[in-house]
């Protein structure tokens, strides 16, 4: 096995050795390259600690290359950490301005030659100027945003979605929204047209951003100019409107210069303005900004990829923010997405990113864009992310064919994710589209602002989610869960969900399978919530088998879809109980040997919008809107559940003829009504099933299993073992965070790993 070395102290003059190393990725590159053409072997690139401010990214191309038996690695010397930086470091002269805030010329910015959108001090991301100003204490409540009084009743024109030339998306967003006075900035700003706005879409789906074009003070009017392209396709509800319900926050605004940790950047006299945080020497301070959107680029063909590729062992950071870029819309779900990352792959096979730490990246973290294949990426950390942690996306061809450009049997195990989205909410942990055969395992996933895990649609299936730790997510969006799927492929009809009962396409599972192709299987997962639908399998979402999972806060939703399995789960306490939506015809949904113990209390959740339809009465069972014909399940029988109310309920909302049913509400003349488990059992339903407490051996430490005599065992309800959900044993040591994960083990007691 050949060795090259690196270090910020070398030079490209060296041999590359471990006494004289090379000083740039560039010279190591043509080093390996040279090498395997005179002497094939395994090489591997030892990178010494220290930060690498890349001048552009660090790409890898088809002659980069290894094989499965000669791969070619580069990765961190043992026990340090290079950073690869898509940024830059600034030499500040520091001066006073007015009321604790200093200022340094930049000449570079002021010839047009360097720009930022984000600050880093000591490693630390800085706060852009706002109103009102940055607040995080209470996501759920929104501090650090305003409501708007209401929107300016025109609609923006038709957006092109960026890399998918052919796809162009109407965004059914306003021009602009009204402010409330007594709620907005007393100040007058100079520079309106530089500011940028951060706004929630009206149901809390996500968020979107425009620049400001300009602002009738007069009038209360803020008119939007660039953006809005950061949410789907439109369909009825918009998934781009806005409105007196949207939360805003306003950045780029130097006369909101106020409180510590803020900055601004005066572009056109080239000053950068920074109100420093209590204690921070300035002259000391390591002041470092974004450039580059991506720090490497795996970046092959189908026909020839990058292939045997590994990055280990890496802080990757300070890449630019990218969600003013253009959007791409792979699917009908509500999603757009940025095709982009600190690390994009596209055209690669069997490469791996692992044990790398992605910190606070300005957009996505890795991005798999169309052809990929047997990829991983595993033992990584990711935190702060501008949006999404790792996505897996493929193209827009609507048959597999034989380009087959998407990413097939690629994994994402044993990484830790939190708090991410920071510039956009409607992201994940983990998100797949349009790909096949993915997994998603071992790994802990928590405060998110939307799902842990999400799937944009069905196309093509296949995936594996299994063994995930997932608690604290949908924090800041509403209608939706930790894991949620949509089935917005070829085959859904929208009119079987959003249109009025006397034109409703009532019809049963049709070609679901065509895109759907093989199903997605979740198994032996620890979800722990307050609001949410849990597992959501919204919109058409199909080809599902659920069984050993644990909910905790959370349970189900299962909207119009067909060919779903759910067995053998456990929903405790859930902020809703299993939930029906909305079904199709002779679906094929079965669903048996699950446990339900619902609590009135716990349906009260701390945030979530969708919600607000009057959910809280305790109920086993919500079905809401279902079919005009025929069944709506194939099979529901042989449950265990269990409720406070001491008796079982379930709640049936039928729809009125002519009347719509939205996401968000039930408008119009609805019948609801309330069957008791034996009017229930009449309608041909859980006619096996009982209502008992499924005795749980210890609840209150973790341990969902149930006693050797519970009657859930008698319905054929078997125990089984999530204590190795969540992160593996040999999560790198360096990338653990400070507080111990802890999750139930089944032996009464929790444990650190």
Excluded at 76 to 101: F, H, M, T
Excluded at 107 to 112: L, N
Excluded at 227 to 251: L, T
Excluded at 430 to 455: D, F, L, Q
């Amino acid at each position: 096995m050949a060795e090259f070395y690196i270090a910020t102290s070398g030079s490209d003059e060296h041999p590359g050795t471990a006494e004289k190393p090379f000083a740039t990725f560039a010279r190591a590159q043509a080093a390996v390259r040279e090498l395997k053409q005179i002497d094939p072997q395994p090489i591997t690139v030892l990178v010494r600690g220290g930060t690498y401010y890349l001048e552009k990214p660090l790409t890898f191309e088809p002659v980069d290359s290894g094989t499965a038996t000669q791969p070619v690695t580069y990765m961190a010397y043992p026990d340090e950490i290079p950073v690869l930086s898509g940024g830059g470091k600034l030499q500040c002269c520091w001066q006073p301005y007015r009321d604790n805030i200093m200022m340094c010329p930049l000449p570079e910015v002021k010839a047009g030659l360097l720009s930022f959108t984000q600050l880093f001090v000591n490693g630390k991301r800085q706060v852009r100027a706002r109103y009102p100003n940055h607040d995080t204490s209470d996501p759920k409540n929104y501090t650090g945003y305003i409501l708007a009084a209401g929107k300016i009743n025109a609609e923006m024109e038709d957006h092109q979605a960026g890399v998918d030339d052919d796809m162009r998306f109407s965004s059914g967003a306003p021009r602009g929204i009204v402010f409330n006075p007594d709620t907005f900035t007393q100040k007058r700003w100079t520079r309106p047209h530089e500011t940028i706005i951060h706004i929630y879409q009206a149901y809390y789906w996500g968020n979107l951003q425009w620049q400001i074009k300009e602002i009738d003070w007069d009038r209360r009017l803020i008119w939007f100019g660039h953006g809005g392209q950061q949410m789907g396709a439109k369909w009825h509800p918009s998934p781009c409107e806005v409105n007196e319900h949207s939360r805003f926050f306003i950045e780029n605004v130097f006369e909101e210069l106020d409180a510590p940790g803020e900055w601004y950047l005066d572009r056109e006299a080239g000053f950068l303005y920074y109100l420093p945080e209590e204690g921070l020497d300035i002259e000391k301070a390591t002041i470092e900004v974004p450039i580059l959107q991506q720090v490497v680029r795996m970046i092959g063909t189908q026909v020839e990829p990058v292939h045997h590729v590994t990055l280990r062992g890496f802080q990757i950071a300070h890449t630019a923010s990218t969600f003013l870029e253009p959007y791409s819309v792979p699917s009908l779900s509500d999603w757009a997405i940025h095709r982009g990352g600190a690390v994009f792959m596209e055209g690669t096979r069997n490469c791996s990113v692992e044990a790398c730490f992605f910190d606070a990246v300005g957009g996505n973290a890795i991005f798999m864009n169309n052809y990929n294949r047997g990829n991983r990426v595993a033992g990584c950390k990711f935190t702060e992310t501008g949006d999404s942690a790792i996505c897996f996306v493929g193209s827009l061809e609507t048959t597999v064919g034989t380009q087959r450009n998407f990413p097939y049997e690629c994994q994402a195990v044993n990484n830790l994710i939190h708090d991410c989205g920071v510039f956009g909410k409607q992201v994940a942990g983990v998100y797949i589209s349009r790909a096949k055969r993915i997994t998603v395992a071992h790994n802990e996933i928590y405060h998110m602002p939307r799902a842990g895990i999400c799937i944009g649609d069905g196309t093509w299936g296949g995936h594996l989610i299994e063994y995930n730790y997932i608690h604290e997510t949908c924090r800041e969006t509403g209608d939706h869960g930790p894991f949620n799927a949509w089935g917005r492929d070829k085959y859904w009809c929208l009119a079987q969900s959003h249109m009025p009962y006397t034109v409703m396409r009532s019809h049963d599972a049709g070609h679901v399978l065509v895109d759907a192709m093989e199903p997605v299987t979740l198994r032996y997962n620890f979800f722990k919530e307050s609001s949410g639908w849990g597992l959501d399998l919204d919109d058409g979402a199909s080809n599902y088998e659920i069984y050993n999972n644990l909910c905790v806060g959370v349970s189900m939703k299962l909207r119009e879809g067909a060919y779903r399995t759910i067995y053998n789960n456990i929903w405790v306490h859930g902020a809703n109980s299993p939930c029906f939506h909305v079904g199709n015809e002779n679906n094929h949904d079965r669903y048996f040997h699950n446990i339900t113990v619902m609590s009135v209390a716990a349906m009260e959740p701390e945030q979530d919008l969708n919600f607000e339809m009057g959910q809280g009465y305790g109920e086993i069972y919500t079905l809401i809107a279902p079919p005009a014909h025929g069944p709506w399940l194939e099979e529901i029988d042989h449950n265990c559940f269990y409720s406070d109310l001491g008796e079982f309920v379930a709640r049936v909302q039928t729809r009125a003829e002519g009347d719509f049913i939205e996401w968000q509400e039930v408008r119009g003349r609805m019948e609801k009504k309330k069957y008791s488990l034996q009017e229930w059992q009449a309608l041909g339903f859980d006619r096996h099933s009982i209502f008992a407490d499924p005795q749980f051996i210890d609840p209150e430490k973790g341990d969902y299993r149930v006693k050797p005599g519970s009657p859930a065992l008698k319905v054929g309800f078997e125990n089984f073992d999530i204590s190795s959900a969540g992160l593996l044993p040999d999560f790198p040591k360096q990338w653990r965070d400070k507080h111990a994960y802890q999750k139930p083990n089944h032996q009464g007691e929790t444990k650190n790993v």
